[in-house]
């Protein structure tokens, strides 16, 4: 199932890096390419995430201040109207279909309506419940999850592929055990928000249940890989999640404008069918993709999201496939100038070597090493077993 309407591009700060293109670019994409028109997929239309919702997540006084903003900016507070969470119009309106269409693939999943439900233009992972942060005004998949544990989940599992620490989904649910949160992301030494350090394992009554593995800048497909598998299928495996949910941001990619890592468009898709697969494995299938970060418009998102389409709705697309002329027409003339691309590989095998607790570790496996060491014991996991 994927979650879609044209009324969520109107989630748009204007002259920002968080531009909606990126979002109206993925579903041309996907749509051409015929990802949306498999048997079996649906397109489902989202609802606004009503007042009782959004409180799951954020305080009232902050929803309130979200509804004023466009017209009084200047007594908003709460993050809103700087330069990274500016004032637009209809703020309210578009940050809460946002968040109604995360929570709409949630209920279709666990309801089993579907296996697995897709919303591109959610995972603004940085909100925080009283103060919008990072371009993100409401935690879509916080609110998601909320309403997943009170439709009875007991265990969910949100991984977070984002550049960027997933900040916002941790703080809510630090000190919640039946809510397992990891992210891989560039150091926060480097990079926003500046948490996520391998320290930072869950709160009182909830330790273990928060896991980050702090990447170095640099850091390219097989570290990448290597980092991931040295850590998550491990630490879900132990959690035992109903149900995976995941904020799939395109923002580690080399070209990305805003971070460091040296990802490829086929590392990105390689990250999607590993959790797909881990959902499959130990979710009987259910998985919530979200988007997320991603500001290398028109070279990147648009086949990123498109493999993560592909992934949630049937069989991998061959990354040696061409991009079709339509798409590239539109996307041409949405950003002119840009280099509009012809495949849908970057042209990167993203094999990677397991990784192994001895020998001379590189940065990579310095950081790999930091996380096990600091949550894998909570966990009842073994920190240098290479099979754990
Ligand atoms: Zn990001």
Same mark, same amino acid.
């Given at each position: 199932?994927?979650?879609?309407?044209?009324?969520?591009?109107?989630?748009?700060?204007?002259?920002?890096?968080?531009?909606?293109?990126?979002?109206?670019?993925?579903?041309?994409?996907?749509?051409?390419?015929?990802?949306?028109?498999?048997?079996?997929?649906?397109?489902?239309?989202?609802?606004?995430?009503?007042?009782?919702?959004?409180?799951?997540?954020?305080?009232?006084?902050?929803?309130?201040?979200?509804?004023?903003?466009?017209?009084?900016?200047?007594?908003?507070?709460?993050?809103?109207?700087?330069?990274? @969470?500016?004032?637009?119009?209809?703020?309210?309106?578009?940050?809460?279909?946002?968040?109604?269409?995360?929570?709409?693939?949630?209920?279709?999943?666990?309801?089993?309506?579907?296996?697995?439900?897709? @919303?591109?233009?959610?995972?603004?992972?940085?909100?925080?419940?009283?103060?919008?942060?990072?371009?993100?005004?409401?935690?879509?998949?916080?609110?998601?999850?909320?309403?997943?544990?009170?439709?009875?989940?007991?265990?969910?599992?949100?991984?977070?592929?984002?550049?960027?620490?997933?900040?916002?989904?941790?703080?809510?649910?630090?000190?919640?055990?039946?809510?397992?949160?990891?992210?891989?992301?560039?150091?926060?030494?480097?990079?926003? !928000?500046?948490?996520?350090?391998?320290?930072?394992?869950?709160?009182?009554?909830?330790?273990?249940?928060?896991? @980050?593995?702090?990447?170095?800048?640099?850091?390219?497909?097989?570290?990448?890989?290597?980092?991931?598998?040295?850590?998550?299928?491990?630490?879900?495996?132990?959690?035992?999640?109903?149900?995976?949910?995941?904020?799939?941001?395109?923002?580690?990619?080399?070209?990305?404008?805003?971070?460091?890592?040296?990802?490829?468009?086929?590392?990105?898709?390689?990250?999607?069918?590993?959790?797909?697969?881990?959902?499959?494995?130990?979710?009987?299938?259910?998985?919530?993709?979200?988007?997320?970060?991603?500001?290398?418009?028109?070279?990147?998102?648009?086949?990123?999201?498109?493999?993560?389409?592909?992934?949630?709705?049937?069989?991998?697309?061959?990354?040696?496939?061409?991009?079709?002329?339509?798409?590239?027409?539109?996307?041409?003339?949405?950003?002119?100038?840009?280099?509009? !691309?012809?495949?849908?590989?970057?042209?990167?095998?993203?094999?990677?070597?397991?990784?192994?607790?001895?020998?001379?570790? @590189?940065?990579?496996?310095?950081?790999?090493?930091?996380?096990?060491?600091?949550?894998?014991?909570?966990?009842?996991?073994?920190?240098?077993?290479?099979?754990?």
């Amino acid at each position: 199932m994927v979650v879609w309407d044209e009324a969520l591009l109107a989630y748009d700060m204007g002259d920002h890096p968080l531009d909606p293109v990126r979002v109206e670019l993925t579903v041309a994409l996907a749509r051409e390419l015929g990802v949306l028109d498999r048997p079996g997929v649906r397109l489902v239309r989202p609802e606004p995430a009503d007042e009782a919702l959004l409180t799951r997540v954020h305080d009232l006084r902050y929803l309130d201040a979200v509804r004023v903003a466009p017209r009084d900016p200047l007594f908003a507070g709460h993050g809103l109207g700087t330069a990274d @969470n500016p004032v637009f119009d209809g703020m309210h309106e578009s940050s809460a279909l946002v968040a109604g269409a995360t929570v709409a693939a949630a209920e279709a999943v666990w309801r089993g309506e579907a296996r697995r439900a897709v @919303n591109v233009a959610g995972g603004l992972h940085h909100a925080m419940p009283a103060r919008a942060a990072g371009f993100c005004v409401y935690n879509d998949p916080a609110v998601a999850i909320a309403r997943l544990l009170d439709l009875g989940a007991r265990r969910i599992a949100y991984v977070d592929v984002d550049v960027h620490h997933g900040d916002g989904v941790q703080q809510v649910f630090y000190d919640d055990p039946r809510v397992l949160t990891v992210s891989l992301h560039e150091t926060p030494l480097a990079l926003f !928000p500046g948490t996520g350090f391998p320290d930072e394992t869950g709160g009182p009554g909830a330790e273990g249940a928060a896991v @980050n593995v702090a990447l170095p800048p640099g850091t390219d497909d097989a570290g990448w890989q290597r980092a991931f598998h040295a850590v998550v299928p491990s630490v879900l495996r132990v959690f035992r999640p109903e149900i995976l949910v995941t904020q799939c941001g395109a923002d580690g990619h080399r070209l990305d404008p805003l971070a460091d890592l040296h990802l490829s468009v086929d590392g990105q898709r390689a990250t999607y069918l590993a959790l797909r697969a881990l959902a499959d494995e130990l979710c009987e299938g259910r998985w919530v993709a979200t988007g997320g970060g991603g500001y290398a418009l028109v070279e990147v998102v648009p086949r990123a999201w498109t493999h993560l389409l592909a992934a949630a709705t049937g069989a991998p697309l061959d990354p040696a496939t061409p991009t079709p002329p339509g798409w590239r027409a539109l996307a041409a003339a949405r950003r002119p100038g840009r280099e509009v !691309p012809l495949r849908m590989t970057d042209d990167v095998d993203p094999a990677y070597r397991p990784w192994q607790p001895t020998g001379e570790p @590189n940065s990579v496996d310095r950081a790999v090493a930091a996380t096990r060491k600091s949550v894998f014991p909570l966990l009842g996991l073994d920190p240098h077993d290479p099979r754990d």
